[in-house]
């Protein structure tokens, strides 16, 4: 079974960093493309960085430059290190993998929790 655990999430003043951090449990299976999205109230969940298991990366274009994705060799987990942090930032960050499991050709999309951040002084 899989699961994405999430972590770092929390009340900061603009101009601040924030480290999130998400890890996938189970066996079994690979992850092709891990990453955040993100949600404001009233508004669409939007991509804000991913990458593949090749090592590309995707930044949504307000956070380039401000926004740094990493992941370990195994691609087990994945952070992002967010630097000079905006109110505009502040929303429900929601971990994504696309995982395919061994012995299947599908792929499945799978979504942590969320965890909170806020951007205010």
């Known amino acids: 079974q899989v699961q994405l655990v999430e972590s770092g999430g929390g009340l900061v003043q603009p101009g601040g960093s924030l480290r999130l951090s998400c890890a996938a449990t189970?066996?079994?299976?690979?992850?092709?493309?891990m990453g955040w999205y993100r949600q404001a109230p009233g508004k669409l969940r939007e991509l804000v960085a991913v990458v593949t298991s090749g090592g590309t990366t995707n930044y949504a274009d307000s956070v380039k430059g401000r926004f740094t994705i990493s992941t370990d060799n195994a691609m087990n987990t994945v952070a992002l290190r967010m630097n000079s942090l905006k109110p505009e930032d502040t929303a429900v960050y929601y971990c994504?993998?696309?995982?395919?499991?061994?012995?299947?050709?599908?792929?499945?999309?799978?979504w942590g929790p969320g965890t909170q951040v806020t951007v205010s002084s």
């Open positions: 994504n993998a696309i995982i395919v499991r061994f012995g299947n050709l599908n792929s499945f999309n799978y």
């Open positions: 189970g066996s079994g299976f690979s992850i092709n493309r």
